[in-house]
């Protein structure tokens, strides 16, 4: 038990200077005054007087950060926890007790979330909240004992995966070993008048012993014994996920690609059915891992980027050859790049590149000649090694020149990126974001991926008029927020305006954004508009798109924008004064080049 382990934590005391209050006789308090005063203990409180100071500081760490990482209490005992910092700071000198009342007050909200968190669960406080469920007496290891095996199988919280109690659980034993060891070396190289924390007897039963049992007092009687006996299963350790070293490399591809993992990649067409995630993402471990050995050079330590990339581009099935030459360096039209190739039924036996008509229309390269297919050929088929063995695990597909994510390795790669915190959503989910979330997801995406995703989002809502409204006026709302203003605009482009509502586009006129390019939408259609309702920012972004690309030759952009700054009023300098309003990333990218200077 955890009050023979920490000895001296003033529990004692409190409790007889609260004798009379009802508090004094609520179990759920005295519970939560043995953890609250014992892990102040632990993270160093001065306990000159007996108690643990209740440091402003301390308080904010044990409410976030400790609490929730090594006690279980039931959503109505909650309240237990801050009503004891308030109780222990009243016995201090009036400043402490302002000032603790206000960190409570500010972190009481916090503290809340993160016990709630299911995000924030370990192994511990998981079975502890089952076995309460069950009747167990959270006190008694032997009730424990008797009702833990009733739990086996027990589905975990919507959005948590085993690897996440794990990883949870093996940071919260660490944190709390070191706060043990370094409370012991604390008193030991300074003793305190109160008196040592730990004895001689229990440290040298080893700090593990000890954190296991302050968590057993904390969470469930004999728990911790439980978890790491007769029923380890329930709470597999780090060696139990060995796939985990993929996700971090799939970690490190999305980070070079967003060096964010908020930003979402784009959703799979279809979710499909999930096999055993965890036992998959093993087998493709196993797989990268042999693909790293010598016998499949160059290509073999590419897997996971491979895996990556696939999944990146909506989980649309790529081209080998085209993979095969851009890493030969060879020049492959960029609008290309993304564009999903089918998927050919029935396509077995060994790899062959493709001839050269198909080259040309899978590059965007005109003078593509047979030596040059006899070059790629060799690459080619290298690459195609790689993806066989992949796809020998039936998560990835070769079929041909194609070679893609099954469903079911979709769904293992999205657990891989989940695994590590990196924004994976569903089609499902994808469908349910907020129009502005929608928008400034997509606009990092792959351009076929961010089409589909739009299109299944309006779908989603009867492509109403109400809901073509939202996504175009969260066009504009994210633009004004966004470093690369033209990827936004671009997803006008992608979307199906023929079979937009008029009044929607009509509502869209306005707009300082896509206002000239819902006019554009309704005269392709024959529809009426009045040109004078769009701004002069967004007929400005409209010829700032328009100009040729960076890559185009600076005498066709430069006659381009003489062009429209002829027919512009005012002349080039309002037009480069627009354009620069509206855009100045964009702006000062296109005409930099040509020697002309923003205003």
Not at 1 to 12: C, F, Q, R, S, Y
Not at 89 to 110: I, M, N, S, Y
Request: aromatic letters at 6%.
């Amino acid at each position: 038990m955890a009050e023979t382990v920490l000895t001296n934590t003033g529990l004692d005391q409190f409790l007889a200077l609260l004798d009379g209050r009802p508090e004094h006789r609520d179990p759920a308090f005295a519970r939560a005054a043995e953890a609250v005063l014992g892990l102040l203990a632990l993270r160093g409180a001065d306990r000159t007087a007996g108690l643990p100071e209740p440091d402003p500081r301390l308080v904010r760490q044990l409410l976030v950060e400790d609490l929730p990482a090594f006690v279980y209490a039931p959503p109505g005992d909650l309240p237990a926890y801050p009503a004891v910092v308030g109780a222990l700071a009243g016995c201090f000198d009036g400043e402490l007790r302002q000032r603790v009342a206000a960190v409570v007050a500010e972190a009481g909200p916090d503290f809340e979330r993160a016990m709630t968190d299911p995000g924030n669960l370990t192994w511990h406080r998981w079975y502890a909240s089952l076995l309460r469920t069950v009747g167990a007496d959270l006190a008694d290891a032997d009730d424990v004992r008797r009702r833990i095996g009733a739990l086996d199988g027990a589905p975990l919280p919507d959005g948590v995966l085993r690897a996440d109690l794990m990883g949870r659980t093996a940071l919260a034993e660490t944190v709390l070993a070191e706060a043990v060891a370094r409370a012991y070396v604390r008193d030991a190289e300074q003793p305190p008048a109160a008196g040592p924390l730990l004895t001689d007897h229990a440290v040298a039963a080893g700090i593990g012993r000890v954190t296991a049992a302050l968590l057993d007092r904390w969470t469930a009687a004999g728990l911790a014994d439980e978890l790491a006996g007769p029923f380890a299963r329930f709470a597999p350790g780090p060696d139990d996920f060995p796939h985990l070293v993929l996700a971090d490399a799939l970690l490190d591809e999305h980070m070079d690609y967003y060096g964010d993992p908020s930003v979402a990649v784009p959703p799979p067409a279809d979710d499909g059915p999930a096999g055993d995630t965890e036992r998959d993402a093993d087998a493709l471990l196993a797989a990268v891992e042999e693909l790293a050995e010598e016998e499949y050079e160059p290509y073999g330590g590419e897997a996971p980027h491979l895996l990556y990339a696939l999944y990146q581009r909506g989980c649309a099935a790529d081209s080998i050859a085209r993979r095969a030459a851009e890493y030969e360096d060879w020049t492959v039209d960029p609008a290309l790049e993304d564009v999903p190739v089918p998927v050919p039924e029935g396509a077995t036996g060994d790899y062959v590149t493709p001839p050269v008509p198909e080259l040309v229309r899978l590059l965007g390269s005109a003078g593509i000649t047979e030596d040059d297919r006899a070059r790629l050929d060799g690459p080619a088929r290298d690459l195609a090694a790689v993806a066989d063995r992949l796809a020998a695990t039936g998560l990835v597909l070769r079929s041909g020149d194609a070679f893609g994510l099954t469903p079911r390795g979709a769904a293992t790669v999205r657990y891989l990126l989940r695994v590590r915190r990196i924004a994976a959503p569903t089609a499902a989910e994808a469908a349910a974001w907020t129009a502005k979330e929608l928008v400034t997801a997509a606009a990092q995406w792959p351009h076929p991926a961010a089409a589909r995703v739009l299109a299944d989002w309006l779908h989603a809502r009867g492509e109403t008029a109400d809901a073509w409204s939202e996504l175009l006026a969260a066009l504009g709302a994210v633009h004004a927020h966004a470093s690369e203003g033209a990827a936004v605009r671009a997803l006008f482009g992608l979307l199906d305006t023929a079979a937009a509502p008029p009044s929607a586009l009509r509502g869209a006129l306005r707009d300082p954004v896509v206002g000239a390019y819902a006019l554009d939408a309704l005269r392709v259609r024959g529809e009426d508009a009045e040109p004078l309702q769009v701004p002069v920012s967004s007929r400005a972004l409209r010829v700032l798109d328009r100009l040729p690309a960076k890559k185009g030759p600076l005498e066709s952009r430069r006659a381009a924008f003489d062009a429209a700054a002829a027919d512009w009023p005012g002349g080039s300098a309002a037009l480069v004064e627009a354009m620069a309003g509206a855009d100045r990333h964009g702006t000062e990218r296109a005409l930099g080049p040509l020697g002309i200077s923003l205003p």
